[in-house]
């Protein structure tokens, strides 16, 4: 496979329609390696259909998405620089997490899959525990092995759909400490999530998604409860 790479992401007016419903309208806005973009909105907003969309998983009703120079039609080298944490963590329960992770290392072609999986499971905090089946662990560590599963090829590009799903406090702390080495390692993370708290220490930009549409940006968010409250409203509630 052709190794292929690049320094930005962008939306370029890109809509998504599902028969007569528009879950995302005319959005466009530009990532950069190094950074950390948030999609905050209430659950409909189209946080998940954009995630899609630059997962390459669905196809914009119209606009472009542009990685670099590269387009969807890039094929698998693009998808080979992107990796994807959705509310399906795509893991085998049968098998142990040591085998899920070098499973996934081998369809990326990582030579040393076993040793590759090995790190993951160190960085995850879960190496006393990689030779047990996915079956028996919690939501948490579950999500945990997840989140190394998709960056286990170190994608320039990371997708992370409420990541902090199932986490207890040390695992939510180990998480963002490896969001920003990420971004330090030069990574273009894009996530969703509800939690504002969170993401008003980790986030370098903000998007405020509603019905589809982007309703404001923020660089550099540090009143993000107060801006979502006036911008989406109220009556949205965050979990």
């Given at each position: 496979?052709?190794?292929?790479?690049?320094?930005?992401?962008?939306?370029?007016?890109?809509?998504?329609?599902?028969?007569r419903?528009?879950?995302?309208?005319?959005?466009?806005f530009?990532?950069?390696?190094?950074?950390?973009?948030?999609?905050?909105?209430?659950?409909?907003?189209?946080?998940s259909?954009?995630?899609?969309?630059?997962?390459?998983?669905?196809?914009?009703?119209?606009?472009?998405?542009?990685?670099?120079?590269?387009?969807?039609?890039?094929?698998?080298?693009?998808?080979?620089?992107?990796?994807?944490?959705?509310?399906?963590?795509?893991?085998?329960?049968?098998?142990?997490?040591?085998?899920?992770?070098?499973?996934?290392?081998?369809?990326?072609?990582?030579?040393?899959?076993?040793?590759?999986?090995?790190?993951?499971?160190?960085?995850?905090?879960?190496?006393?525990?990689?030779?047990?089946?996915?079956?028996?662990?919690?939501?948490?560590?579950?999500?945990?092995?997840?989140?190394?599963?998709?960056?286990?090829?170190?994608?320039?590009?990371?997708?992370?759909?409420?990541?902090?799903?199932?986490?207890?406090?040390?695992?939510?702390?180990?998480?963002?400490?490896?969001?920003?080495?990420?971004?330090?390692?030069?990574?273009?993370?894009?996530?969703?999530?509800?939690?504002?708290?969170?993401?008003?220490?980790?986030?370098?930009?903000?998007?405020?998604?509603?019905?589809?549409r982007?309703?404001?940006?923020?660089?550099a968010?540090?009143?993000?409860?107060?801006?979502?409250?006036?911008?989406?409203?109220?009556?949205?509630?965050?979990?």
């Amino acid at each position: 496979m052709t190794s292929v790479d690049f320094d930005e992401v962008s939306a370029e007016d890109v809509s998504r329609h599902f028969g007569r419903r528009r879950a995302v309208s005319r959005m466009s806005f530009l990532a950069s390696r190094g950074m950390i973009l948030g999609l905050l909105g209430p659950n409909g907003a189209g946080k998940s259909t954009l995630l899609a969309m630059l997962a390459t998983l669905l196809r914009p009703s119209s606009g472009v998405i542009r990685y670099g120079a590269l387009r969807v039609s890039d094929g698998a080298a693009l998808r080979a620089r992107i990796g994807v944490l959705g509310h399906d963590l795509f893991l085998y329960p049968e098998l142990t997490a040591r085998e899920n992770l070098s499973f996934f290392a081998g369809l990326y072609g990582i030579a040393d899959s076993e040793g590759q999986a090995r790190a993951a499971l160190e960085r995850a905090g879960l190496d006393t525990r990689g030779n047990d089946p996915v079956s028996s662990f919690s939501r948490g560590m579950r999500q945990r092995v997840a989140l190394e599963r998709a960056l286990i090829h170190d994608p320039r590009l990371a997708l992370l759909d409420e990541p902090f799903t199932g986490l207890d406090d040390a695992s939510t702390e180990a998480l963002l400490g490896r969001l920003r080495r990420l971004r330090d390692g030069g990574a273009i993370v894009i996530l969703a999530t509800h939690d504002l708290d969170l993401a008003e220490g980790l986030l370098d930009h903000a998007l405020f998604l509603r019905d589809g549409r982007i309703v404001e940006t923020m660089a550099a968010p540090d009143r993000l409860r107060s801006t979502y409250r006036s911008v989406i409203g109220l009556s949205s509630q965050t979990r």
